[in-house]
T-cell receptor
Framework: DAGVTQSPTHLIKTRGQQVTLRCSPKSGHDTVSWYQQALGQGPQFIFQYYEEEERQRGNFPDRFSGHQFPNYSSELNVNALLLGDSALYLC??????????????FGPGTRLLVL | EDQVTQSPEALRLQEGESSSLNCSYTVSGLRGLFWYRQDPGKGPEFLFTLYSAGEEKEKERLKATLTKKESFLHITAPKPEDSATYLCAVQVTYYGQNFVFGPGTRLSVLP
């Protein structure tokens, strides 16, 4: 059973560019959340997608947007990249439904470096 | 504002030297507390979920406990392969399924 997968593993961009990160959830999961983890810090919640809609959003600017596809995979888009966007971007998936106690399983992350 | 703190920030142990990591939280409504292990450059790996005060979970050399204000991760007779960053996360009432993470404790176990 494949776990959560993310692509690419690493990415280098320059300031002002745009980036798209991709995530495939664990088999049987339909809810996908995205987190940003700066070096030496805990992950920070960006947003969550369920049934192809953004259900919850953390304290991130509109430059961060996302999408969920009918097969439950998801994309995170970041526009007008800033140096401060350099981080490990984590995708997490959880079990079906609106249960509020479902464990989130994380992918390996995409390391983004903005120069 | 919901807050999660972890202590110590870093911990160095000799192999076999037992210790505990602390996770303290101030949240408006706790739905669950989660412990994850994270190796450098990788995604967090799920360890435990705790839902109510007094609950305990065990896995190999790890044991997690929960009170109304904090959780402990006890490591008994650690081995070098237990070296990692241990993250604590809480699910809060108004935040749906999403987590508020602590900064983590970096554990090093020396042979």
């Amino acid at each position: 059973d494949a776990g959560v997968t993310q692509s690419p593993t690493h990415l280098i961009k320059t300031r002002g560019q745009q980036v798209t990160l991709r995530c495939s959830p664990k088999s049987g999961h339909d809810t996908v959340s995205w987190y940003q983890q700066a070096l030496g810090q805990g992950p920070q919640f960006i947003f969550q997608y369920y049934e192809e809609e953004e259900r919850q959003r953390g304290n991130f600017p509109d430059r961060f947007s996302g999408h969920q596809f009918p097969n439950y995979s998801s994309e995170l888009n970041v526009n007008a990249l800033l140096l401060g966007d350099s981080a490990l971007y984590l995708c997490a998936s959880s079990l079906p439904g609106l249960s509020d106690r479902e464990t989130q399983y994380f992918g390996p992350g995409t390391r983004l470096l903005v120069l | 504002e919901d807050q999660v703190t972890q202590s110590p920030e870093a911990l160095r142990l000799q192999e076999g030297e037992s210790s505990s990591l602390n996770c303290s939280y101030t949240v408006s409504g706790l739905r669950g507390l989660f412990w994850y292990r994270q190796d450098p450059g990788k995604g967090p790996e799920f360890l435990f979920t705790l839902y109510s005060a007094g609950e305990e979970k065990e896995k190999e050399r790890l044991k997690a406990t929960l009170t109304k204000k904090e959780s402990f991760l006890h490591i008994t007779a650690p081995k070098p392969e237990d070296s990692a960053t241990y993250l604590c996360a809480v699910q809060v009432t108004y935040y749906g399924q999403n987590f508020v993470f602590g900064p983590g404790t970096r554990l090093s176990v020396l042979p």
